[in-house]
């Protein structure tokens, strides 16, 4: 019995069947508390997705590369999903235009701090260069941070997890922030997510609220074209002042 | 849903394609979501069926983080040493980022000359 049951998961384990079902059934039963929750941003479910993930490959000793194998067909969907942003960006394209000053000067100031406060605040604790250098792109999506880190020295894997971390940071405290600043325009709401935390602030913007989502894919998408023009720039005059 | 995503995969490897050939640092599929936009403003907007497809995929573009989120497993060993100045940049800079660009897009906004708009 034993063995036949060792024989299941031989196959289990070698087939993207598993990585999958457990990638959809993790996600489903997160957003099942983050919906009973009442959409309450603590009850983040890529955070608790990713809990439940990690616990169950730790305990099973599944690596993640046989995980990935089958997590593969979920992931590849985010390109399609990126292009997709494009379709509320036109519905709330007129409020767009009619925002261009504050969206503009939101992303400068906005790309600025988050690049800068991430570095500086890492060499005041007494983090290594290199360490400093994995911050600075960490506010912008996955594949153009590891390719700024990549580029001024950083170290990209390390990078990718302080990007995962940053989105889901900003996910979780964005709306305790606008509330005691009292910033209620969801287009505002939705630019900063954006700007701060990338994809997975977007992903519960667009929970919240459309217009909040388009605005904040608008931000996600100005904001990592500014970071890779910025960052090598300012990666070089801070680590000079240094 | 099929067209939908036919049109959609279709933005995405023709952003790719332009990334590649032109060694652009953005990603293929956010400049696939551009020729989209652009796309949609010259036709006047997408049809009935895109229009669904996107908002289906979008609402869960949340479980789209997890395969990659949980990628986290293999480098966390990496975080370990530093783990404290990490957390706490983090922290410090997502909340500073948050906070700064939703003031400045407030003051931004407000035009000097006020109009007779009540709050």
Redesign the interface.
């Known amino acids: 019995m034993t063995q036949e049951i060792s024989q299941i998961w031989v196959y289990l384990a070698a087939s993207p069947l598993l990585g999958l079902t457990i990638?959809?059934l993790?996600?489903q039963a997160a957003?099942a508390l983050y919906r009973r929750s009442g959409n309450n941003p603590l009850a983040?479910?890529?955070l608790i997705?990713?809990f439940i993930?990690?616990l169950f490959?730790?305990l099973t000793a599944t690596s993640?590369e046989t995980?990935?194998a089958g997590?593969?067909f979920?992931?590849f969907?985010?390109?399609?999903?990126?292009?997709?942003?494009?379709?509320?960006?036109?519905t709330q394209?007129k409020r767009v235009r009619s925002?261009l000053?504050?969206?503009l000067?939101?992303?400068l100031?906005?790309s600025l701090?988050?690049i800068v406060?991430?570095v500086l605040?890492?060499r005041l604790?007494?983090?290594?260069a290199s360490?400093q250098l994995s911050?600075a792109p960490?506010?912008v999506?996955?594949?153009?941070a590891m390719?700024?880190a990549e580029r001024i020295g950083g170290?990209p894997?390390?990078t990718?997890?302080?990007v995962?971390?940053?989105?889901?940071?900003?996910a979780v405290?964005?709306r305790f922030?606008?509330d005691a600043?009292k910033?209620r325009?969801p287009a505002?709401?939705g630019?900063?997510?954006g700007?701060?935390?990338h994809?997975?602030g977007?992903?519960?913007a667009?929970?919240v609220n459309e217009q909040s989502?388009a605005f904040a894919?608008l931000?996600m998408?100005m904001n990592?074209?500014l970071t890779?023009?910025l960052v090598p720039w300012i990666a070089a005059y801070l680590m000079n002042i240094g | 849903m099929i067209s939908a995503l036919s049109a959609l995969l279709v933005f995405q490897l023709a952003g790719e394609i332009l990334a590649r050939s032109f060694n652009l640092p953005i990603p293929g599929p956010v400049i696939g979501m551009l020729m989209l936009f652009v796309a949609l403003v010259v036709r006047g907007g997408p049809g009935e069926e895109l229009q669904t497809t996107s908002q289906n995929l979008l609402q869960h573009l949340s479980l789209l983080f997890v395969p990659a989120g949980t990628g986290i497993m293999v480098h966390l060993h990496r975080v370990s040493d530093e783990w404290l100045p990490l957390l706490v940049s983090l922290l410090v800079s997502t909340l500073a980022t948050l906070v700064v660009t939703a003031l400045v897009m407030k003051l931004c906004q407000r035009p000097p000359a006020a109009s007779g708009e009540t709050p």
């Open positions: 990638t959809l993790a996600y957003f983040n479910p890529v997705a990713v993930l990690v490959l730790t993640y995980y990935f997590a593969q979920v992931h969907l985010l390109g399609p999903a990126t292009v997709a942003l494009a379709i509320p960006l036109y394209f925002m000053l504050p969206v000067a939101g992303l100031a906005g701090t988050a406060s991430a605040v890492a604790l007494g983090a290594s360490t911050l960490k506010s999506t996955t594949p153009i390719g700024i170290i894997s390390l990718a997890v302080l995962i971390v940053t989105g889901i940071l900003g405290g964005a922030v606008f600043m910033v325009d505002i709401r630019f900063a997510i700007i701060a935390s994809g997975i977007t992903a519960r667009f929970q989502g894919a931000a998408g990592g074209a890779a023009l």
